[in-house]
């Protein structure tokens, strides 16, 4: 049985800055391309029975600049959609509701058909992600590259925990984690390893 190991892209500027981002495209800044090319020696030697991506630009330029080759889009890799709290940080929104709490109340609707979503939708596309998953792990390592909030989801479902207890797993960009097995239970291996 492989391992799943997942990459948080490199730094954005609302990465960076602290502004929800889901729908914006934002590009690596200069240090987050520094942060992408810094992965691949950890992910050099490796070989994966499957490497998945989201579908943002952030997340594929992360995957080419840390030497993943074959990697395939992957729509439900897309970050939590946070609807109305689009680039706006969490500091921002508590000026209006001083009690929201994303792995709570997630993303309310936003303008132009921008939906949010609630932990439990995050849940059920991270759910979707490791029955696809499932499938290549007994052939080798499986490789996800995409965003915070949503691969913190992954974790929580992959450990058989609710969505909203992604919270418990702080997630750095430009990053590797390691999800493996002990005694036939999903674990966490390594977590925020940095070249």
């Given at each position: 049985m492989g391992d799943l190991l997942l990459v948080r892209h490199?730094?954005?500027e609302w990465?960076?800055?602290g502004q929800h981002t889901s729908f914006t495209d934002l590009p690596l800044t200069p240090n987050g391309e520094e942060q992408a090319k810094s992965l691949a020696p950890l992910l050099a030697g490796r070989s994966f029975a499957l490497v998945l991506t989201s579908p943002l630009g952030r997340a594929v330029r992360t995957a080419e600049l840390a030497g993943v080759?074959?990697?395939v889009r992957d729509a439900d890799l897309h970050e939590w959609y946070y609807g109305a709290y689009e680039g706006v940080t969490s500091e921002e929104i508590h000026r209006t509701r001083p009690d929201w709490d994303l792995w709570t109340d997630g993303g309310p609707p936003g303008p132009d058909g921008k939906p949010g979503e609630s932990p439990e939708e995050v849940g059920e596309r991270?759910?979707?992600?490791?029955?696809?998953?499932a499938g290549a792990l007994p052939e080798g390592?499986?490789?996800l590259v995409a965003h915070g909030h949503f691969l913190r989801v992954l974790t929580a479902r992959r450990l058989g925990l609710p969505p909203s207890e992604g919270r418990l797993f702080r997630?750095?960009?430009g990053t590797v984690c390691r999800l493996s097995t002990e005694h036939g239970r999903p674990v966490i291996a390594e977590w925020n390893t940095r070249a």
């Amino acid at each position: 049985m492989g391992d799943l190991l997942l990459v948080r892209h490199g730094e954005t500027e609302w990465s960076r800055s602290g502004q929800h981002t889901s729908f914006t495209d934002l590009p690596l800044t200069p240090n987050g391309e520094e942060q992408a090319k810094s992965l691949a020696p950890l992910l050099a030697g490796r070989s994966f029975a499957l490497v998945l991506t989201s579908p943002l630009g952030r997340a594929v330029r992360t995957a080419e600049l840390a030497g993943v080759a074959g990697t395939v889009r992957d729509a439900d890799l897309h970050e939590w959609y946070y609807g109305a709290y689009e680039g706006v940080t969490s500091e921002e929104i508590h000026r209006t509701r001083p009690d929201w709490d994303l792995w709570t109340d997630g993303g309310p609707p936003g303008p132009d058909g921008k939906p949010g979503e609630s932990p439990e939708e995050v849940g059920e596309r991270a759910d979707r992600v490791l029955s696809r998953v499932a499938g290549a792990l007994p052939e080798g390592d499986v490789l996800l590259v995409a965003h915070g909030h949503f691969l913190r989801v992954l974790t929580a479902r992959r450990l058989g925990l609710p969505p909203s207890e992604g919270r418990l797993f702080r997630l750095e960009t430009g990053t590797v984690c390691r999800l493996s097995t002990e005694h036939g239970r999903p674990v966490i291996a390594e977590w925020n390893t940095r070249a």
